[in-house]
């Protein structure tokens, strides 16, 4: 067995990576019974601290295999997370300040009787 350092007790390493398999476990089965989505940060959150314990355990018991699916599963988290923090920025930026519905209403009370339907709303961002 190939350990990457020596510590006195391995057994809190081994078990903060059993962690990381439960937190998986429990993951995957929030997912399956829709009590978490994929599109939710909490998703892959949850992902990258599982992928983390792994790791840890692995210090003790290294396996190259395990090592790189768990450094791929910490990145593409990481990746995830910041992409749906922007677009949720991107999203709070555009209620806050929105000059095409703000025009739409300038519009409206200028012309109220030009429309015999509202304007078109825009879309939301998507990125």
Request: hydrophobic share 55%; net charge neutral; charged share 15%.
């Amino acid at each position: 067995m190939t350990t990457l350092i020596e510590v006195s007790n391995p057994v809190i390493f081994e078990l903060v990576g059993v962690a990381g398999f439960g937190l998986y476990v429990m993951n995957y089965t929030l997912l399956t019974f829709h009590k978490l989505h994929s599109h939710d940060a909490l998703y892959f959150g949850i992902n990258l601290v599982a992928a983390s314990c792994v790791l840890a355990g692995l210090l003790v018991s290294f396996n190259l295999a395990s090592a790189m699916i768990q450094l791929f599963w910490v990145v593409i988290s990481i990746v995830a997370i910041a992409v749906r923090l922007s677009r949720r920025r991107a999203a709070r930026r555009i209620e806050t300040h929105d000059p095409i519905s703000e025009a739409v209403h300038v519009q409206d009370s200028v012309h109220p009787s030009s429309y015999d339907v509202p304007p078109a709303r825009h879309a939301m961002l998507v990125l």
